[in-house]
């Protein structure tokens, strides 16, 4: 186990000898950037949750701050709206004692046509340390990662990769449920234009569980079976045997065919409604990463039902976004 920062320490009293002496690799970070869990061992997925389990506990202090980054600072430059994620990066840099700064497109000089590479140089030439980027098109954050010697964290980029949110997904699930390996994991909703989906499939497929997706059949984008994971366009197949769902907000932000006639008629659908959960396994945990379309992907009561767990996966952010944040700051050399 890798020794984590701010960790209890264990318990030297009673504490029997391990039963298997091997000496265990340490794993140690080597990235500057986090730009997508397609690119990430099982090992490194491992390091950011086993940081954010530490990182929790200082949450859960009267003082909920630690002075990691201090002397460090964290640009959120963001090309599309946000609630959770930028306010959670935010938060998590102020946590470990950074300093914040955030760049909406509306009020930045990018509205004059500044490049996302040149406002990249720009804001490294003003000596930040990392950049948050969260940006309409899939490839953004590589490309600025490519571009800068500084840290570059992908906050979503088109509909390529959301990384952190996929990572607070896990984390959550595995408090709840104890583990991943062998959980049978639903997504469910838009897979095509979802880069939560993609990066929840690659996180989870990793750790070893069984993933659905599932979704009409025009929002199934091709090539998604190679990804590991079982296809289906019937919700009740969905939820039979499920452990956990995880329901996608339809993005009628973006362009796309007419996958459906109307919402009313994916709610029929698709919706997750008491009803449909009543056929689920009873203790079925319902994930939603926001922000939610209630009476679309699924109804209020679902949302604020006993198997709901979408605020747990909000406050679980700030855990997983200290510990990247945290990880990219310190990578050794590989
Ligand atoms: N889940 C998520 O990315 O939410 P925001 O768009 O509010 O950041």
Redesign the pocket.
Known sequence: MTKLLYAKKPEAKNKMPPKDNKAKKEIIWTKKDLIGLEYLSIEEIRLILDHAKSFKEVLARPLRKVPTLRGKTVVNLFY???????TSFELAAKRLSADVINIVKESSSIQKGETLIDTGRNLEALKIDVIVV?HNASGAATTLSRALNISVVN??DGWHE?PT?ALLDIFTLEEKLGKIKGLNISIIGDIAHSR?ARSNIWGLTKLGANVTVCAPKELVPPGIKELGVKVTSDIDEALKDADAINVLRMQFERDKPDAFPSKLEYFRTFGITEERLKKAKKNIVVMH???INRGVEMSGEVADGINSVILEQVTNGIAIRMAVLYLVTHAKKG
């Open positions: 599309e709206p946000s609630t959770r994620t930028r969260r906050a979503g959301h949110q939560v990463p926001g922000p």
